[in-house]
């Protein structure tokens, strides 16, 4: 495998594949998506190619299960079915795709970011393209009394997974669910570099768009071992910038 692979190998392998489902005559549109999409000035040799490929109806089993189409733009050196609507596929070339095909009633209930239709049959209906993102309204989760509740009651489930020698899930808890609620707060505390977001995926890129978080996140998440530290320096942090109920923080105290 040749690594790294270039911008335009994977633009241009984008574009062969583009190519190739055209000639089917059972395709509508490949949406590029990601940096993949409407964010190729992020392109470099460590993306992979992220889209979405919509099909005729009653031919997404063909796309699904047959792959001779993707064969036809170079040699897989690996892939595998990694949901009911696409595979992740690495071609002996190091180019890496992560896709999904839809038949156009699916689109509905789809939910994706802003992409780049890279081809489209001329009765392909462009609404299908627009992006999609899950409806918000007023939920419980949004709120940052429940981020705060989320992360203070991760910490102290994971001490007490720690302390009972379940260090692995501790280091989930503490390290991992915690953090991801942590992240959620952050563009309330820091504002966020021109940099884009992923709207499904919070820690993509926060090193560029939070670099004050990003300078802390060795304490947070510093490994296997050291979930305690890591619960400590959350709980401080969560001080600095919020009101702590006095009742769990003394709990959380009592299992550090």
């Not at 999409?37 to 992220?50: I, N, Q, T």
């Not at 979405?52 to 009653?58: D, E, F, K, P």
């Not at 462009?126 to 981020?147: I, M, Q, Y």
């Not at 071992?225 to 702590?244: C, D, M, Y």
Request: with cysteine.
């Amino acid at each position: 495998m040749k690594m790294p692979v270039q911008p335009h190998q994977l633009l241009e392998r984008l574009e062969t594949i583009a190519s190739v489902v055209r000639e089917t005559g059972q395709a509508l549109a490949l949406i590029g998506l990601g940096s993949a999409g409407v964010e190729r000035a992020r392109l470099d040799a460590y993306s992979d190619l992220d889209f979405y490929l919509i099909v005729r109806s009653g031919a997404k089993t063909r796309f699904l299960d047959q792959l001779d189409w993707l064969e036809a733009c170079g040699s897989i050196g690996f892939g595998f079915q990694n949901s009911v609507a696409g595979w992740k596929i690495l071609y002996q070339d190091g180019v890496f795709l992560e896709y999904a095909i839809f038949e156009p009633d699916e689109m509905a209930h789809v939910y994706f970011a802003k992409g780049q239709l890279v081809w489209h049959a001329p009765d392909f209906a462009l609404s299908l393209a627009v992006p999609r993102l899950p409806a918000r309204g007023n939920r419980l989760e949004d709120t940052t009394p429940w981020k705060l509740g989320e992360i203070l009651t991760n910490l102290y489930v994971g001490l007490l997974r720690y302390h009972r020698g379940e260090k692995l899930s501790a280091a989930r808890f503490i390290q991992g669910y915690a953090v991801d609620r942590l992240l959620e707060l952050i563009p309330h505390l820091e504002t966020a570099q021109p940099i884009h977001a992923d709207p499904f995926q919070p820690e993509r890129r926060v090193e560029r768009r939070f670099p004050a978080l990003a300078a802390q996140l060795p304490e947070f998440v510093p490994g296997y071992a050291h979930s305690p530290q890591a619960a400590r320096a959350i709980l401080h942090f969560l001080e600095t910038h919020f009101e702590i109920d006095a009742f769990i923080k003394k709990a959380i105290l009592e299992l550090l």
